[in-house]
């Protein structure tokens, strides 16, 4: 194959999508390969000459056989025809030898450390997953075709391919979650975002549309007991001193209870609870799911409890890494997965206390890889007082600080505290503040 190249230098644009030089078995051949794909990127010439030259000022050419050995590469080439096909062997001789090197890994790794196979399994999904995705190769697609595509959904309005946050309010400015995205909804601790997080799963199972929701913060337990105070409007501390035995909830509450499950498929909301997860974890659950149901919104609460499933030096790169790995499955498994995110508190000491996207704590790559971020604020929290702010302590502002593609601004709404319940503001009482620039990253 690399004498191929050899002969014709352009048929490395066959293979150079997928090949890399770690996939050749030989030193030597990875030495060679990676030189012509230098001198492709350079678009220099690739022959015997100027790959020797190259090998030469990198100290490799002797490593690589000499001069002599390219000239036999070349010599021996019996075709140049169906690069891509041989190039593809290449790879799947270097798949098979790296799953051998992984299940040795595998089983020296169990036997010396004798941990829970949830801990060491993950360890290994991400070599596996490398493996298995090391032909992958995106496919051109001309905007002719893209038009033709969309065209008919533009017309008709009949393919959904977003889930609305069903608060026409909101949903007028983002136009709901699209799929294959990831959002980012921030707050401080106690404004509510589990809160606003677990309404937006409510209201897509009250209107028959399954959600999957991952928990690190709350168990299943804790999560029912919020949806029945939310759906039913009898009190959570009600709920929770019933069911800890503390006291009896009289029969008109009880009938609140039967009543809104009655009303709400609450098959279609499946819930793990977890003390630890990994995106490649939840990558592995969803694609799971998806075998059943896909669902048509993904909540994870919350980032800042997630593990990595690599280590890394410092805790802003597996965060970084955790965000970056999370928009990839949402694009591969298109659907729109909502991470929850905890704000820096540094911007408490501050007068104007509404989070900002630096806000956003432990990366910056949080922002740079999500399609939208949501922040809430709630201005009474601190007992903060304006002529434009209302008094009453369930005002809650939903910021849209980012949206790759479409405007942002903020939205209020009502949260019932004792409901953990998030509701439309009357138009009476509705404000809206004005909109900052349209931003389209």
Known sequence: MLGAILI???SINDVGQFLIPEHFYLAGHQHIYKAMQELSVEEQPIDIVTIA????K????????GMAYLAELARDCISNGDLEYHGKIVVECWQLRELVKLGENLRLYAQKHSKSPDIIIPRFQAALEKIENSQEVAEWEYLEDIWDRLSPEIKTGKTPIVSKSFYPDLDRKILG????????LGARPSVGKSAFGLQLAIKHIQHNLPVT???L???KDAITNRIISNLSKVPLKAIRKAAMGICQLPELELKKIDMARSKVNIGMLSVLDVTTINAL????HLKTQARKRLPALVVVDYLNLMDSHTKKEKRAYEIAEIVKSLRQTAKNLQVPIILICQINRENEKIQDTRPQLHNLKESGAIEEHSDMVILLHRPTLKNERSED???SSSLTEIIIAKQRNGEVGTVRMNFLLEYQRFEQMDMSERYELPNQNYTGD
């Open 58 to 65: 990198t100290s490799q050419l002797i490593n690589a056989g």
């Open 53 to 56: 030259d190259r090998l030469d």
């Open 213 to 215: 929701l991952f928990t």
């Open 8 to 10: 014709n230098a352009d």
């Open 389 to 391: 702010d209302s008094v």
């Open 281 to 284: 974890q939840i990558r592995t």
């Open 217 to 219: 913060e709350m168990d």
């Open 177 to 184: 979650f699209e799929k294959k995205t990831l959002t980012i």
